[in-house]
């Protein structure tokens, strides 16, 4: 045989080769990148605000949870603690034809209209955190979240041991009126005033959850001379601006002054160890990965629960240990503040 043919029969041997590697690859590639079958879930989540560690931690929950990694798709929506904006961006996933609508209310009613809407167009809602007030059941798959009232009684339960029998001069720091989490939390300590007639009142008004509010009513209420001993506020932000006011004018939270609060977030849990907050009931956040089970169990064609209380603890001065902050901080993975985690800090809520 001439060189020239062998020549040519190597080459064609290479290429023939060569063709079948890349036919192999191909079919290798084919088999890893056929598209999973398995459906993005595409979920519109309307959200109260941006108000408070509670409500930060709770965002990255969902945002965490509701992952493209974990099959879904979140069209998120700030309402700015702003009912209106609620049922417009309502209006606003029917439009878009999502799968579901996750919907954590700023108020107790005024839903029906815009929930019927949903009910029409065939797309679930499921509710979250606070409660909503309808007359139709019907106008919502299932709910999760808090029990407001039981938060409220134990607070006022350790309000009851604690002050036995002493007349106490109480400031009562509320959250915005007409929500679950504010009527829950007045419910309890309303109730209680009227088993103690020796407990008063000085002042009552909404904070609206804002630390800035719950600084500006303690500094005018301290700038007006009005005296107190204990502080109940609805929230851990709240609690942080009566700290600052009570700082400003030289008293001691904790000695002069007694604050009881809600949440549980970790700066208000370092401060119940340090002695300025002295007891807060526990109120969870962490919504992503149940509102996550509840829409794998509908697609799975269950219907889960219509209403699911998470279990809370509460947590003072006396009890608390650094080995339960500790836990708490696992169990917890979120962070304080704007819900982004510093490098330098471990993940906390
Ligand atoms: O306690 C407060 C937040 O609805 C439980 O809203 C929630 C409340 C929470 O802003 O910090």
Known sequence: ???????????????????????????????????????????????????????????????????????FRLIFEDAQN??????????????????????????????????????????????????????????????VGSDFWKEGRAAVRWMEEQFV???????????????SAQKGRTGALTEAMQAHPDWQIVYQGPGDFLQAKGQEIIEDLLSRGIEFDVIYSENDNMAFGAIEALNGAGLVPGEDVIIVSFDGCHRA????????????????????????????????????????YVDEKTFDREHITREMLDERDSEYPTSSGCGIPSASSLPLF
């Open 1 to 71: 045989m001439k060189r020239s043919c062998m020549k040519m029969i190597i080459l064609c041997l290479l290429a023939a080769l060569c063709t079948c590697m890349l036919t192999a690859c191909g079919d290798q590639d084919a088999g890893t990148v056929v598209p999973d079958e398995k459906k993005i879930v595409v979920v519109g989540f309307s959200q109260v605000g941006a108000e408070s560690d509670w409500r930060n931690a709770n965002t990255r929950s969902m945002t965490q949870a509701l992952s493209e990694e974990n099959g």
């Open 82 to 143: 702003k009912q209106e904006r609620q049922i417009t961006a309502i209006r606003n996933f029917i439009q878009m034809n999502v799968d579901y609508i996750v919907l954590a209310p700023t108020t107790e009613t005024g839903w029906e209209t815009v929930l019927g809407e949903a009910k029409a167009a065939g797309i679930p809602v499921i509710i979250v955190d606070r409660l909503i007030n309808v007359s139709d059941s019907s106008l919502y798959t299932c709910w």
């Open 165 to 179: 029998d002493r007349p106490l001069r109480i400031v009562h720091l509320q959250g915005n009126l007409g929500c």
């Open 269 to 308: 849990l370092e401060m119940v160890q340090s002695g300025a907050i002295s007891f807060v009931a526990e109120c969870n956040p962490l919504h992503g990965p149940r509102i996550m089970n509840i829409i794998n169990t509908l697609e799975s064609g269950i219907m889960p629960p219509k209403q699911t």
